[in-house]
């Protein structure tokens, strides 16, 4: 599985960013698509996931909602659109694809990631 994400940037506190991520290659039907973040100097931490069968979301409690994850499965796109965005949003974002079900919240449960795209929100 290939994953290629867009979108990202510069924003000030309070607009909006909308990623979305394309996936190829072998079938993702079964599989889980993931957003991750990572500041500068801490740990990459979950930000939202989404099983391409049913469409069950998760958030973590910290983009609940502000952030919303969406699937377009004749596309194999994964989309986040973030609002009313802070500073403490700013980091690298990541989507990931995981085979399983359910939240999937670790990084070591994801095996296909996309590039990191920088998002930072200024005051």
């Known amino acids: 599985v290939q994953l290629q994400a867009s979108g990202g940037g510069l924003v000030q506190a309070g607009g909006s960013l909308r990623f979305s991520c394309a996936a190829s290659?072998?079938?993702?039907?079964?599989?889980?698509m993931g957003w991750f973040r990572q500041a500068s100097g801490k740990e990459r931490e979950f930000v939202t996931s989404i099983s391409w069968i049913g469409g069950r979301t998760y958030y973590a409690d910290s983009v609940k909602g502000r952030y919303t994850i969406s699937r377009d499965n004749a596309k194999n796109t994964v989309y986040l659109q973030m609002n009313s965005l802070k500073p403490e949003d700013t980091a690298v974002y990541y989507c990931?694809?995981?085979?399983?079900?359910?939240?999937?919240?670790?990084?070591?449960?994801?095996?296909?990631w996309g590039q990191g795209t920088l998002v930072t929100v200024s005051s």
């Open positions: 990931a694809a995981a085979r399983g079900l359910g939240v999937l919240s670790e990084p070591i449960e994801y095996a296909y």
């Open positions: 290659g072998r079938t993702i039907s079964s599989h889980v």
